[in-house]
């Protein structure tokens, strides 16, 4: 779920009270709104500075643990226990500062079991924020690499021919609620995606066996974007959002894009969107190595990995790491990889591909031959009308169009005529067409759609006498617009009602609906008839699919939507915080004492039970323990838990006879 | 990043040129690093190819230097790949040499390179010996095969092996024709010859020379002939081609015609200038028998052999060309690009190209004609618009292209050129003749024996017979110096190869204007229109426009439209 999706289902107060929370002060004061402030590297670095240790500790385990993958609260909550210093009763006050501050969200399950996610379009900001990288610029002079060399076309162009081919196609649905197969392979057909490079990150996508990844994912990410939307009977544009979309800039648009991706793939890999942030986040313009990359995350996942209990923990082996991510870019269009010597090592290095800020428009060249090159900076309206009328030929800049006796009929059949298509390719290719790509024109346009089908109003008349007898009305006569046969008159369809008052005035009321005899009687159905029967469930199975196709194409790891959301502070039972603690004399937690061997098993009972830390003396010196469990053998007992080595906990178990002066820790700002 | 360079060079080194900016600087550089592609419009595609930048550096280029030239022109930054391309190609020039060695054949170069052909089983398995880490002994006959596949892996060969001297034959341009009129090499021809006579270290030797027809390739192969004075065999294409190789040969040198003759025909003679055709030297009785002309190569010590219009050699011309790797080649053509992709090959059987002329460049300095082209379009007569209709689809396009109209269309257009040398062309033999006895012209066709043929030019130069009408076999390699003006009738359905050879007969240059004037004559409203654009295309893509005119009042001069009236009401 993303930061959109919540503003919807949030309660505007709840969105609100966000921003009253101490940590977005500045946020507040710029104006901003919460989904504004969450995505904006300024405002939530400036927050995140501001969260309190254990709200950060708390984020920052997310993060590297997690990502944006949904995490069950158990699961959570014994992630903090392993890979952070905090005690239980910290931990809890961190999860729910975040929540209360906008960073961390939940749903409910009827059993009361919740999970967890940060928005997955926040993740690449907040991990800046929190884990702040510079990659050193690599100097040395690049060369291509094997296997990924080149530039490809940006992902935007390979959508805009995914819609290109779909509004070119048939864009309904079958009974089952799908597009058709034609359509489906055209799709993959015109996404110039190489799907490997999708497929190796653990995705799900709904109708596996009809539609390919690659087709689910660009379907799924232009739907995100508002381009397409689904219909009772299939998929339409939206037009006012395709026109605003193709407008852009490129570099708005595919940044965009690089937004729902990251929002998209963040949700299903869990640590591994370190690898994806770690690149988005490195700046345009320069070659980065790849390798440092690597070690700076590694760096960074060891030393929590480091902090976690050696051999307790679950094992967080990524399934992904920076290749995938890097060729990912890189088939997308976004980014270029290449090799280079560093320090005598060839080392294969990235750099994000600089797209226009600005639309500064370069003129189509049509060739008297009919070729068109398409520069860089032509407009992608004019892209989307060279859709449909060539041929594209090679995939290089400029692209090359090829105007086509097939492409020029289909565009007549969506409604071009030759002076709109002269007109185009004038305007866009800032000058005279040449006599050739006229005549190309005139001979290509000089056959098609001479002839069309239309639906047409017909008023029936059921003899010559009732013909003659509509012809005769003089207010009606006008209405006639044309006699097919004897006793039938094309007419308008905004003229019915007035026609059908006009007959009933003479005396004549037509037949109630639209239809003849036929649709009469089916409008009051036999269920007698097996097949009539059969009918019945293929459309019910229509309907279920058509549902089925509306949920999605590429789900969800987990389906949140399914669940409640937690929307409001009393949906959300206050967290008990060290229950008991009225019970517990205040010098245990004011000075470190020592205590009986009966006192200090009570002591750490208590200390289990309110999940706090205690301090010991331990051969002379201070350590914090997080106690977990007491152990009774016998007569004989001892305490297992944590023992916090500055960042470094480790599993320990303890006899009383071992310290000699212990202390409860509360929490900061408890029992002060 | 965008400039106002005058080129844009893709990753996979096709170049476009964009004429509409200053480009000479811009054309120079491709015209000496990569082939022309097409030249259509205002944007001309050329493509960097290995043999190009081979080419070009054998001509003293570096491939730092190319880059950075490519740099300089270049409207949008240098792909990385293109400029890595580049420099890898580069990098592999003059590391491999073919050379001979008590009579052995050895290739020799850098221990890197031989290491990773060593692992290529196509160039092993001509290997007799690996001998050491920088030379191998191969097998004699592999020469032409083992370039030909090192240029296909991308790794240029120079063959120092040297060249057969050949039988030596004292041969002498003259100064004056035998004609009379006076005789000079042209400087770009002097040029190319200049080329293919020289044998240094990085250029010369067996090679391809590009001329614009009608520029005079045959006297490039004269002119490397006299130079290189040994007993040669010229191929050609076809028989009428082989002719007039010979009446140039005798009438520009002071060769004998004892010494030249065309193999064929009556007797199989060889003489010390041979000229053959490629289809004779590539029949057989069926495809089980051998070539039995092949044996030719090896009829007498050729010092030279020419292959004219390289760019048609057949299949197995290639093979036999690959194992005569010891004697000189000259290749001759108008066109780089074979249809069978095959241009490849040709280079490195044949050579490098040495040399290429720019067409424009060719009509500005007037070594060419400068045709117009027009399109006219004629209404379908009365008489056959109910037979069109109900014709099935295959007959439509026979009665669009006999569609009775043309006839005065002809007339108009004989009578707008006055005596203007006039060839009428088309597809249909009722319809050339039915032309040909109302405009009381000769009609040359494929059952004309080749005496009467001969004597049909004759005429048509002498000016005693301006317009002839002629069939298909004006396709080939009929030269009709004169001819300023050619109408088409009717033609092969959308061929573009037919219409360019068409054209093709106007190219040479005139006296006075130095212009020429292409009519294809179309019918309006039928299938022949959109065959007629399909055919149009490979001369735009030379760079030539097609007017669109109606048969109507204003359509005669695509240029001129006062004259135009006056010769309509005229």
Known sequence: MNTEQLTRMLPDERLRSFLRQDVWLHAAERGMSWQEAVKDREAAAIAINRLSAYASDTLKMIVLRFGAEPVAEEKLIQALRDYTRMAGAESRIGVKQLESAGFLFAVQKLWGEKIYWIPSDCYTVWQNALFPFALSPVISSARPLAGASGIREPFGRRILYLLAALAKGDASFTAKGLLSKKTAAKLDEALLLDESKLTVFPLDWANKDHYSLKTAFALTVSSELGLLRKEEGGLALHTERMEAWLALAEEARERELQDRLGGMLFRWVGADALFGSILMGASGGSWYSITEAEKLIAGLTDSMHERAMRGQVESAASRLGMSEWTHLFHELGWMELAEADVEGQAVQIFRWRAFPRENTPEDLIVQPNGEIWAPPGCGYAARWELELLGERVNAEEPLLYRLSAAAVSNALEQGRTKGDIERFLQTAGGGELSVHVRALLREWTGKACRFSFEEVTLLRCDSDEMAGHAKSLAELAPRLIEQIGERDFIVESSSVSEIRRLLQKSGYPPRKGIGGVKAAAASYPSFLSAHERAGAEEVRAEQDAISNERASWLLEPIVLRHYQLVQNAQDDPEVVLLPGIERVPAAWWREMRSYHASTRKEFMQQAVSLETAVQLRLNGEIRSFVPEQVEQRGQEWAVTGRMIAGDRPERSRLTPDMWEEMKLVLPSGIGS | ?570
């Open chain 2, 1 to 570: 990043m965008q400039s106002e360079g005058s080129i844009i060079v893709q990753s996979d080194l096709t170049i476009l040129l964009d004429e509409r900016q200053p480009a000479a600087g811009a054309r120079e550089l491709l015209l000496a690093v990569a082939e022309a592609v097409k030249r259509v419009g205002s944007v001309h595609t050329y493509k960097i190819t290995p043999m190009s930048l081979w080419n070009a550096l054998s001509a003293g280029w570096e491939g730092e230097e190319m880059i950075e030239r490519l740099k300089s022109h270049s409207r949008y930054e240098l792909p990385m790949q293109a400029e890595a391309t580049v420099r890898l190609w580069a990098s592999r020039y003059g590391k491999l040499k073919l050379s001979m060695d008590g009579g052995e054949l050895l290739l020799t170069g850098d221990a890197q390179i031989l290491q990773q052909l060593k692992l290529k089983g196509s160039v092993a398995e001509w290997v007799r010996d690996f001998r050491g880490e920088t030379e191998w002994l191969l097998h004699p006959e592999c020469r032409g095969v083992l370039k030909q596949e090192l240029t296909r892996l991308g790794y240029p060969v120079f063959d120092r092996a040297g060249y057969h001297a050949g039988q030596a034959l004292s041969v002498a341009l003259r100064e004056k024709t035998a004609g009379g009129v006076p005789f000079v090499l042209r400087p770009y021809q002097q040029q190319a010859v200049s080329i293919f006579s020289e044998e240094s270290e990085t250029s010369g030797g067996s090679g391809v020379v590009v001329l614009p027809c009608g520029t005079g390739k045959t006297i490039v192969g004269i002119a490397a002939l006299a130079k290189i004075g040994a007993e040669t065999l010229i191929l050609t294409s076809s028989r009428t081609s082989a002719e007039q190789w010979r009446d140039e040969l005798l009438d520009k040198t002071n060769l004998t015609p004892d010494s030249v003759c065309v193999y064929g025909g009556k007797g199989k003679q060889v003489s010390p200038v041979t000229i053959a055709t490629y289809q004779l030297l590539t029949y057989r009785k069926s495809k089980s028998d051998d070539f039995r002309h092949m044996g030719l190569f090896n009829e007498r010590d050729w010092g030279l052999i020419i292959y004219d219009e390289v760019h048609l050699l057949p299949a197995p011309v290639f093979r036999m060309t690959a194992s005569i790797q010891a004697t000189r080649r000259l290749g001759l053509t108008a066109t780089l690009v074979r249809e069978d992709g095959c241009a490849e090959d040709v280079y490195s059987l044949i050579g490098p190209k040495h040399y290429d002329m720019n067409w424009k460049t060719a009509e500005e300095q007037a070594y060419i004609s400068s045709v117009s082209c027009a399109e006219i379009r004629v209404p379908l007569a009365d008489a056959q618009v109910n037979s069109y209709r109900a014709a099935a689809p295959r007959s439509k396009l026979r009665i669009a292209a006999e569609n009775a109209n043309k006839l005065p269309v002809v007339r108009e257009l004989l009578r707008k050129h006055g005596d203007k040398p006039t060839l009428v062309i088309g597809q249909y033999l009722k319809q050339l003749k039915e032309v040909a006895e109302e405009l009381g012209a000769p009609l040359l066709t494929g059952e004309t024996p080749q005496e009467e043929r001969l004597r049909l030019y004759d005429d048509f130069r002498a000016g005693e017979h301006p317009v002839l009408v002629v069939s298909k076999v004006a396709n080939l390699a009929i030269d009709l110096p004169d001819a300023a003006v050619a109408i088409q009738l009717s033609g092969s359905f959308g061929s573009r190869q037919e219409e360019a050879q068409r054209v093709g007969r106007l190219l040479r240059p005139k006296s006075g204007s130095n212009e020429a004037w292409f009519y294809t004559l179309v019918t309006e409203g039928t299938k022949e229109t959109e065959f007629a654009l399909r055919r149009q295309m490979f001369m735009l893509e030379q760079g030539y426009d097609y007017m669109q005119l109606p048969a109507t009042a204003d359509w005669l001069d695509p240029r001129d439209g006062s004259e135009t009236k006056e010769a309509a009401q005229g």
